[in-house]
């Protein structure tokens, strides 16, 4: 499954990125060239990623001035976001860059294999602190299109399909198999 984190490392910067994992111990973590968590990531072993809310999540992405805080790590300075719930401090054990063709032309992503090495909860509220799956949102999405499928026209009918079809896709690369079976429960239901 693919969780979204808010990243945070050395530098006072934070991304939110998105880390598939299946036993929160080992990560993947996939970053398109252009950004500047890329820069930092060529030569940055040590990765902090925090458990947000999905409003830190959203904010993470419009500018970098957050607030922070500071730990120290082997000798080294390193942030993470005031208001995460837990951290998890993982290691890069891997790293290669893939060069990849579209439209606008050539591009890379690089691709870390990454390792946990500790977590610390940051706010203790004795609840599980899960980080955030989009498939939760887009499958309550769908049941919301889905509940009003019937009471309109012909043409908003289609683009709700569409809407569906949309967030089926996102679910199917980002979601657990019990978000694909209720996925395809609708699919049944609906046929898109
Ligand atoms: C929910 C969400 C998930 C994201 N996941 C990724 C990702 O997995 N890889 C990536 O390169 N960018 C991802 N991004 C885009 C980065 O967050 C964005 O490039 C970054 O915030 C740019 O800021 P920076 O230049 O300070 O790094 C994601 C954005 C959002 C909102």
Redo the contacts with the bound molecule.
């Keep these: 499954m693919k969780f ?1 984190y808010v ?1 945070t490392s050395s530098l006072l ?7 598939k994992t299946s036993d929160f111990e080992n990560f993947i ?4 060239e ?5 820069e ?1 990531l060529k030569n940055e072993d040590i990765i902090i990623l925090n458990v947000c809310n999905p409003l830190i ?2 904010e ?2 419009i500018n ?1 001035f957050g607030n922070y805080e500071k730990l120290e790590y082997c000798g080294k300075t390193y942030y993470y976001v005031k208001e995460a719930e837990k951290i998890v401090i993982i290691k890069v054990k891997n790293r290669k860059v893939i060069n990849f063709k579209n439209e606008y032309g050539n591009s890379n ?1 690089m691709n870390l294999e990454c390792e946990k090495i500790t977590e610390k909860i940051i706010k203790s509220n004795n609840k599980e602190y899960l980080p955030f799956n ?1 498939a939760d949102g887009l499958l309550v999405e769908i049941a919301v299109l889905y509940s009003r499928i019937k009471l309109v026209s012909k043409d908003e009918k289609v683009d709700m399909i569409d809407k569906i079809k949309e967030y089926g896709d996102i679910i199917k690369k980002v979601g657990s198999k019990e978000h694909i079976l209720i996925l395809n429960k609708f699919k049944e239901l609906i046929d898109f």
């Design positions: 979204e990243l910067n934070r991304a939110p990125i998105g880390a973590i996939n970053l398109f252009g950004s500047h968590t890329y930092m999540i959203a993470s992405v970098d992503i989009r």
